[in-house]
T-cell receptor
Framework: GAVVSQHPSWVICKSGTSVKIECRSL??????MFWYRQFPKQSLMLMAT?????????EQGVEKDKFLINHASLTLSTLTVTSAHPEDSSFYIC???????????FGDGTRLSIL | DAKTTQPTSMDCAEGRAANLPCNHS???????VYWYRQIHSQGPQYIIH???NNETNEMASLIITEDRKSSTLILPHATLRDTAVYYC???????????????FGRGTQLTVWP
């Protein structure tokens, strides 16, 4: 089946640094990728929709200058959390889909901890 | 906002069928019902989806009522590894895009006990 890979799976860094998370579709071309955030004991919250070669569309309340998304190829999207602070600590998950009506597939997530 | 309602939690004995209900009374005619599950600290796993006909695959069966206002996910022989949060999602179709966003609700925590 379709595989989506995220890297890194977990990261710990100091407050004020920027962190980049990669999301790759391994066996299909992902025209659209989605980024989610999940806090403990809560559901997934959609942050943004990323289409290859165009600007990402952010959900209401998500700061686009804080969470930079790049989707430069059909197999790779990146999320950069800029100037991260402890409140940005969360579980970040990506999903990817092709242009068909087939279901999206999710990566295994990245656990981000900001000290 | 999620357009579905699910019970917060359910229990099931190992080897028995697990029937997880979902209400989606405001579903539109061109919206699909998707089911995903999330095992602790992992990304969601796709299970099944349907529009109006019942569907079955190697993981589960999906029963959608005739009026499409509710559905039931059936795991025919639950195992301990099926313990997870199960999400029922109505897929929003974005104008101009062939790929709709998925908005997650709180889901149902299914616990399978020995």
């Amino acid at each position: 089946g379709a595989v989506v890979s995220q890297h890194p799976s977990w990261v710990i860094c100091k407050s004020g640094t920027s962190v980049k998370i990669e999301c790759r579709s391994l066996d299909f071309q992902a025209t659209t990728m989605f980024w989610y955030r999940q806090f403990p004991k809560q559901s997934l919250m959609l942050m943004a929709t990323s289409n290859e070669g165009s600007k990402a569309t952010y959900e209401q309340g998500v700061e686009k200058d804080k969470f930079l998304i790049n989707h430069a190829s059909l197999t790779l999207s990146t999320l950069t959390v800029t100037s991260a602070h402890p409140e940005d600590s969360s579980f970040y998950i990506c999903s990817a889909g092709d242009s068909s009506n087939q279901p999206q597939h999710f990566g295994d997530g990245t656990r981000l901890s900001i000290l | 906002d999620a357009k579905t309602t699910q019970p917060t939690s359910m229990d099931c004995a190992e080897g028995r069928a697990a029937n997880l209900p979902c209400n989606h009374s405001t579903i539109s005619g061109n919206e699909y019902v998707y089911w995903y599950r999330q095992i602790h600290s992992q990304g969601p796993q796709y299970i099944i989806h349907g529009l109006k006909n019942n569907e079955t695959n190697e993981m589960a069966s999906l029963i959608i009522t005739e009026d499409r206002k509710s559905s039931t996910l059936i795991l025919p022989h639950a195992t301990l590894r099926d313990t997870a949060v199960y999400y029922c999602i109505v897929r929003v179709v974005v104008r101009g895009s062939t790929l709709g966003r998925l908005y997650f609700g709180r889901g149902t925590q299914l616990t399978v006990w020995p």
